[in-house]
């Protein structure tokens, strides 16, 4: 029987009444942000998940059933503290998966994040250190993930479905406030390695899809979301609900959406949730400055 669901904090429905029922999912980067935010949507819709992360799971809210911190005795979900840059996690994982639910069905890639501390800015800057480093958190972690879940659904002769985040400055950038040039990089090349994967495993019923965020209030973006230049830009390239930087929680619905049968006939697509930001015609002239060229975020 579908489990029942609430509002959650913010306010907004959920999908639907079950919609990842009987599911058994791997998260990577589920502990925190964007990632843990998600994770709580998968519980709440039924699912049953393996979090991957570097950090403890994030305090629950009362509304998110399942959740427990590290060690806890939910039984539905398991945490696995890990690096996603090390080879083997997410063998380990899918493992993990398998053998405390009985089944793997989907994963959702969401580690990554800013190389600013490694020197990532503009083109002209970039040290070769700090380009390897932040394609290797953003994109190589993807690579191992998205393969290892593969080789599992390929040898086991499952359907199956993959899911990567990804970034709104993939396809459209502003260099004058967001000028990672390495994270942008990446970000474009795993939309490739998306689509090619989709179009590979198509056949073996193996979907691979994309979410693409705009500028999300998680962790990563506190400098971002401190800046009063990017603040009023953001309320201009992200005019949704009154030009607004977006919750975790907006991009949980599409997330749930491609994890679930609802998306069976999907595959090889980005799905932009943005706020608008990709459709915008903003000029970023009210928010230039050293220190917003400086702040760390994520889209």
């Known amino acids: 029987m579908p489990m029942e669901t609430s509002r959650d904090g913010s306010g907004i429905e959920p999908v639907g009444r079950g919609a990842l029922e009987g599911r058994c999912l791997v998260v990577v980067g589920g502990t925190r942000g964007l990632g843990g935010s998600a994770v709580r949507a998968c519980l ?5 998940v393996v979090a991957v992360g ?14 427990t911190g590290i060690g806890g005795g939910a039984d ?9 840059r090390e080879p083997g996690v997410a063998e380990a994982a899918i493992e ?24 990532d800015g503009p083109l002209h800057t970039i040290p070769l250190e700090g ?14 993930s998205n393969s290892a879940a593969t080789r599992w659904l390929l040898e086991h002769d499952r359907p199956g479905c993959i899911l990567n985040c990804g970034s709104v400055l993939a396809g459209s950038p502003s260099p004058s406030l967001f000028g990672t040039v390495a994270y942008a990089a990446a970000k474009s090349a795993l939309e490739g390695l998306t689509r090619a994967a989709a179009a590979a495993y198509a056949p073996h019923g193996i979907r691979v899809n994309l979410v693409a965020p705009g500028l999300m209030a998680t962790p990563m973006s506190q400098r971002a979301q401190s800046d009063p230049g990017i603040v ?8 949704l609900d009154g030009g607004r930087i977006g919750r975790p929680d907006d991009l949980d619905a599409a997330v749930v959406w491609l994890l679930s049968d609802a998306s069976r006939f999907v595959t090889g ?15 970023p002239h009210a928010a230039r400055g050293t220190a917003s060229q400086q702040s760390s975020s994520r889209p």
Do not use: M
């Open 269 to 283: 697509q980005v799905v932009a949730v943005d706020g608008g930001w990709s459709v915008a015609d903003v000029s």
């Open 54 to 67: 570097i950090d403890p799971t994030e305090p629950a809210p009362d509304n998110a059933p399942g959740w």
């Open 44 to 48: 709440r819709e039924g699912a049953r």
């Open 232 to 239: 009023d830009f953001i309320g201009r390239k992200q005019p």
């Open 131 to 144: 380009w390897n480093r932040t394609l290797e958190l953003n994109l190589t972690t993807a690579f191992l």
């Open 96 to 119: 993990q998966c398998v053998r405390a639910f009985g089944g793997f069905h989907g994963l959702y890639h969401v580690a990554g994040g800013s190389g600013r501390r490694w020197g």
């Open 76 to 84: 539905r979900l398991e945490t696995l503290i890990a690096d996603a």
